[in-house]
């Protein structure tokens, strides 16, 4: 407890500086990395971050100092044109995409290596230090690399929130832009430009191994939560936000534990739990609407065949055995037991000690799946031309997503009929 109110009072300037410095890297990463996410271009974010490599060696080598704003300045430069690189392969040669990020990721990052080695061998004292950029170390930061940062992330902010309507129309529908006369290729590159930085501000954070985690795995999270742009913009910020105080914070309460791996964990810990527990779109949720949509049409389909067996005998009420429930509809042995167990739960059936029979609100519920079911037989026969013998299967799996809005214009537009196609009575 004391390490955490010792961390959040901010009374070291270099936790302000690592904090503050996160916080501005994940943020601009995250809103950035939405249109990415959305252009379907998440490798793009892997390229720049390992091909601004060279550009940092090469400012070294020409400056002879580690000014962040010279480094920032070189990766630029190099990011720009590894993806410059990328789309000349891709639109003069046969190479695909794939294999043109593949390329341009691997050369700009080999030549990187070269240059690092060199300088690592060449005697520059200066060059202590340098090698962080390949994995980051968020524990140097300092007040020009805040201040660096910060100007950055404004820029990108900024220019999101200028082009904002531009950035999302041609993330989503480009071909539409281009119809109504919008500069797609202006806009292409700004987006490729901030793209760009957003990649540079968190090298020296996080390292060009882990950058592209930073700028993908915040949106991939925030798009199971929404289908709203704004809101996947705003929850991915808070996502890499959340994940930058979280790193800085281990880091200081662990020294030995480095921030910007620790804020890559933290964001795959976020998105595995959208992943699975998100409400709508999560994998747990799915399932679980699944089984429930099964076992729902398992229950309908035990109370239209009770229904069916009445209508054979005369009386709905009277007792039904499972092999009668098998003559009309064939069951697993297990779908009986489940269904019947939930039917008798919800007061749709009872039992006696060998067999079931339905319940009043069994009976009306069973009524109306046989109602919709030689409804939409009836439609599909007269509208749609089709033989009554092909209409069974259609109509027994419509049959349990017909809202009664629907179920009234159907009747409507079939004029209240009373038989269906097989001659059989439509219950009222």
Not at 158 to 166: A, G, N, R
Not at 362 to 371: A, H, M, N, S, V
């Amino acid at each position: 407890m004391e390490t955490l109110i010792e961390f959040f009072s901010f009374q070291y300037p270099n936790i302000k500086y690592v904090v503050f410095g996160t916080i501005l890297l994940s943020i601009s990463s995250a809103v950035v990395g939405c249109f990415t996410f959305i252009k379907k271009k998440s490798l793009v974010g892997d390229v720049i971050s390992h091909a601004v490599l060279p550009g940092i060696c090469i400012s070294f080598l020409a400056s002879g100092s580690k000014d962040p704003f010279l480094l920032i300045i070189g990766a630029f430069i190099s990011g720009w044109i590894s993806i410059i690189v990328m789309d000349a392969i891709i639109r003069n040669t046969k190479i695909k995409e794939d294999a043109a990020t593949g390329l341009s990721l691997s050369v700009f990052f080999g030549v990187g290596i070269l240059l690092m080695t060199y300088i690592q061998h060449s005697g520059n004292a200066a060059q202590s230090g340098l090698d962080t950029f390949l994995f980051g170390k968020a524990a140097a930061l300092i007040g020009n690399d805040l201040l660096a940062f910060s100007i950055i992330a404004i820029v990108v902010l900024l220019t999101v929130f200028f082009f904002y309507k531009e950035f999302k129309l041609i993330s989503f529908d480009p071909q539409f832009a281009r119809v109504i006369g919008l500069p797609i290729k202006r806009l292409e590159m700004i987006l490729t430009s901030i793209t760009v930085l957003a990649v540079v501000t968190g090298i020296q954070a996080v390292g060009v191994v882990l950058m592209a985690a930073m700028l993908i795995t915040p949106a991939a999270a925030a798009r199971f939560w929404t289908n709203r742009l704004s809101r996947m913009i705003l929850l991915a910020s808070l996502f890499g936000a959340f994940s930058g105080i979280s790193g800085a914070y281990i880091s200081y309460s662990a020294p030995s534990m480095p921030t910007g791996p620790w804020m890559v964990m933290i964001l795959s810990i976020i998105a595995l739990f959208s992943f699975f527990f998100a409400p709508r779109k999560g994998i747990v949720v799915r399932q679980w609407r699944r089984f429930s949509i099964r076992r729902q049409l398992l229950e309908e389909n035990l109370l239209k065949t009770f229904y069916r067996i009445g209508e054979n005998s005369g009386d709905h009420f009277d007792t039904v055995a499972i092999d009668d429930l098998q003559l009309i509809r064939k069951f697993s042995p297990t779908q009986l037991s489940n269904g019947l167990r939930k039917l008798r739960t919800n007061g749709y059936v009872s039992r006696t000690s060998d067999s079931w029979f339905l319940t009043k609100e069994g009976f009306e519920k069973g009524k109306r799946i046989t109602r919709l079911h030689r409804l939409w037989e009836l439609y599909l026969t007269k509208y749609l031309r089709i033989a009554p013998d092909h209409v069974h299967e259609d109509a027994d799996t419509i049959e349990h997503v017909i809202t009664p809005e629907l179920e009234a214009s159907l009747e409507k537009l079939l004029e209240y009929p009373t038989i269906d196609p097989h001659q059989s009575m439509i219950p009222k």
